[in-house]
């Protein structure tokens, strides 16, 4: 700011020198030409707005007038003159202008988690979602979580209506199993049957048992298996889900209406009423069998042992977010694989494969 007020002082200079060396007539109607141009030009405005290099130069000229003839010369009072110094004085120390307008905004971890929290609980709103990242330590206004979620297009105030049929059906999924069998045919073209029992809301898979005469004096045994193994699925489970072949019979289902499961009658010949297993089927098919000769029965046991526990603990689904069951409930946290060295494993004799972090 003082090299333009130096350069206006150096232009002004010799102007002040030309008025100086005039004779006293042209000096005197000079200044009765600017005095009636003066009064003109505050007929005209309200109010005289200076530059800073303009209020200098009036208050160093201000010293050479009286001061009982300043209000007829200036377009400003007195007054204005210490008051343009005093504003001067305090923008030296202001650092308003550097600063950034504004409050700080929400750091992009944070803005993801409170979309997270808004997504997985349609009932939470903009004033229950900061009571979660409170409790690490870390508070954020409720009004902060209202922008958020307005930016994402999400509702920051929820319905308070009956929920919608997507979640309604998410959290029924828990409680439900789904049965089916799935076929082999073996070298010697015999015909092996796999029990898999399948929970909807996990995706986990149980292998419950394999036979070549699936009738249903064997079907009851594996349902008893079932619900005595405390770690299997049945903890939780209200319905199962079956078609209509021959092998689940009256007493194959007393067992799990024994332990209060609902077994609800599905409508002949609709395998789309029972997708779960339809696709566990498929998947064994396009995965598993279509691609591997089974010797016998016990090649077969072994083979989808190992399969299930490949598909339990390291196969991606897409309904618990491209994670496996036994990693979906706890949600790993992002790293970058970029410095971690990666291990893979063959499963089954190299029809697949697993990835994961070599230790």
């Known amino acids: 700011m003082i090299f333009p007020v130096a350069c206006l002082l150096v232009r002004r200079l010799p102007g002040c020198l030309m008025v100086l060396a005039r004779g006293e007539v042209p000096k005197d109607a000079g200044l009765l030409v600017l005095r009636h141009e003066n009064a003109v030009l505050r007929r005209q405005i309200s109010r005289v707005r200076c530059q800073p290099g303009g209020r200098l130069w009036l208050?160093?000229?201000s010293r050479l007038i009286p001061r009982r003839r300043q209000g007829e010369v200036f377009a400003v009072t007195p007054a204005t003159l210490p008051a343009w110094h005093r504003r001067l004085a305090a923008r030296k120390g202001d650092s308003t202008s550097r600063r950034p307008p504004g409050r700080p905004s929400t750091a992009p971890g944070i803005r993801k988690l409170v979309i997270r929290m808004a997504t997985d609980n349609p009932t939470?709103?903009?004033?229950?979602?900061?009571?979660?990242p409170a409790k690490p330590g870390h508070p954020i206004a409720a009004s902060a979580v209202q922008q958020i979620?307005?930016?994402?297009?999400?509702?920051?105030?929820?319905?308070?209506?009956?929920?919608?049929?997507?979640?309604?059906?998410?959290?029924?999924?828990?409680?439900?199993?789904?049965?089916?069998?799935?076929h082999v045919d073996t070298v010697l073209l015999r015909r092996l049957c796999a029990l898999i029992i399948t929970g909807h809301g996990t995706r986990r898979a149980h292998?419950?048992?394999i036979t070549s005469n699936p009738g249903g004096a064997w079907t009851t045994q594996p349902a008893r298996n079932v619900l005595r193994d405390p770690g299997q699925l049945t903890a939780s489970a209200r319905f199962l889900i079956r078609d209509r072949a021959g092998q689940f019979t009256r007493s194959s289902g007393a067992v799990f209406t024994a332990q209060s499961i609902r077994i609800p009658a599905s409508p002949p010949r609709a395998p789309g009423a029972n997708t779960i297993c339809e696709t566990m089927t498929g998947t064994l098919r396009r995965e598993l069998s279509g691609r591997l000769l089974i010797a016998n029965e016990h090649h077969l046991r072994r083979v989808l042992t190992e399969y299930m526990a490949h598909y339990n603990t390291a196969r991606p689904h897409?309904?618990?977010?491209?994670?496996a069951p036994a990693q979906a409930p706890t949600r790993p946290l992002q790293i970058n694989l970029a410095g971690h060295r990666i291990r893979r494993k063959q499963i089954p004799g190299g029809l697949t494969h697993e990835y994961q972090i070599a230790a």
């Open 124 to 132: 939470w709103g903009h004033r229950r979602v900061p009571g979660e």
């Open 59 to 61: 208050s160093a000229l």
């Open 207 to 209: 292998l419950a048992g």
């Open 318 to 323: 897409r309904a618990p977010g491209q994670l």
């Open 149 to 182: 979620l307005r930016d994402a297009g999400i509702d920051p105030a929820p319905r308070r209506a009956a929920p919608a049929w997507k979640h309604f059906l998410a959290t029924q999924a828990r409680g439900i199993l789904a049965a089916g069998f799935a």
